[in-house]
C-alpha cells in the first residue's frame, strides 16, 4: 500500500520513561511503509507532570509526503511547541493543518502548572529553527484558549508559512466574548492582510 488514505496511530506520549520511546519506533518503522499519506491523524499527549522525563519524539525521524495533518493535543497545561515543530519539520509538503487542543482531563483543572524549567520546552531551540511550510495553504485551529503556549506557536506558524491563504480559529467554551475579541485582534496582528483569518465562538 503505497499510498494510504489515512492513517491514526494510538496516543503518543511526548515526553517520558524510555518504556514508552518502542511505541514511538514502532510507528514511524510502520510510517517508512508508505510513500504518500493523504490524512495523517496524531494524537499527542503530556504527562502531568513530566519530571525527568526524555523527549520521546525524536524518536520519529521520517514522515511520508502528506497532505493534510491532523494533529490533537492533550498538553496538560505545559508548552507543545518543540513536538509541533519536530513534527512539522517531518511533514514539511503539507497543505492542511487542522490542531485541536484537548481540554484538561476533569479533575485536573487547576491542579497542574507548568513550572520553570519544565522538561516540556525542550528542545528549547523550536522558536529560533528555521522551517519553511511552502504549501500549506490552511490552518484550523480548535479549542484555542489564549494561553502563553499557544499563541508562541501561532506566531511561529505564521512565520513558518509562505502560502498561507486561510486561518480558521474556533475559540474553546471557557473563553469569554470580551476575551474572544482581545484574542481576535492579538491574532490578527499576526497574520498579514492577504490571509483570510476567521474566529469562531
Known amino acids: 500500500m503505497t499510498h ?48 525527568y522525563g526524555q523527549f520521546l519524539m525524536k524518536e520519529m525521524t521520517k514522515f511520508p509526503n502528506i497532505t493534510i495533518l491532523k494533529l490533537e493535543v492533550l498538553a496538560c497545561g505545559h508548552s507543545f ?26 479533575g485536573l483543572e487547576g491542579q497542574i502548572a507548568c513550572r520553570s524549567g519544565c522538561r516540556c520546552v525542550e528542545p528549547s531551540n523550536w522558536e529560533t529553527k528555521e522551517l519553511v511550510l511552502r504549501c500549506l495553504e490552511e490552518i484550523e485551529i480548535d479549542g484555542f484558549i489564549g494561553t502563553e ?17 486561510r486561518m480558521t480559529v474556533h475559540f474553546n467554551d471557557s473563553v469569554t466574548q470580551s476575551k474572544g475579541k482581545e484574542l481576535c485582534q492579538l491574532l490578527l496582528s499576526f497574520s498579514t492582510p492577504e490571509i483570510c483569518m476567521k474566529f469562531l465562538h
Open 4 to 51: 494510504l488514505q489515512q492513517l491514526s496511530p494510538h496516543p503518543l506520549v511526548v515526553h517520558g520513561h524510555n518504556v514508552f520511546s518502542q511505541d514511538h519506533r514502532d510507528w514511524s518503522m510502520l510510517l517508512n511503509h508508505f510513500d504518500h499519506v493523504s490524512i495523517l491523524n496524531l494524537r499527542l499527549y503530556y504527562m502531568p507532570v513530566i519530571g
Open 81 to 106: 511547541g518543540a513536538s509541533s515543530f519536530h513534527l512539522l519539520r517531518m511533514s514539511s509538503g503539507i497543505r492542511e493543518l487542522k490542531l485541536k487542543l484537548l481540554d484538561m482531563p476533569r
Open 149 to 165: 503556549h499557544e499563541l508562541a506557536l501561532v506566531r511561529r506558524l505564521f512565520k513558518w508559512t509562505t502560502m498561507l491563504k
